[in-house]
């Protein structure tokens, strides 16, 4: 499911308007995020415009503690919307 999940954000990331904003928040455990694959993924993304904010550190949803926590949802909403005005 999350390899049609992922193709499924590639066709809407490509119908996008290219000149159009990308907000990505990721949030999964730390040691994906710390993975070399993950971070120059990351790297890419920011070097054709997108912007990451998080991930944040606390109790992840695995059990761990630690960096990987999504950014608070209304925090994540209010950049969004700076974004868009």
Known sequence: ???AGSTMFRC???A??????ILLAPAM???MWLHAATQQNVATLRTRGA???GPEEG????GYEGLGRLWPVEAVARRAVE???
């Open 1 to 3: 499911m999350a390899r």
């Open 12 to 14: 809407i990331a490509l």
């Open 16 to 21: 996008l308007n290219p000149k159009a904003k």
């Open 29 to 31: 455990n730390g040691k």
């Open 51 to 53: 912007e990451i904010i």
């Open 59 to 62: 109790l992840l949803s695995c």
């Open 83 to 85: 974004l868009l005005s």
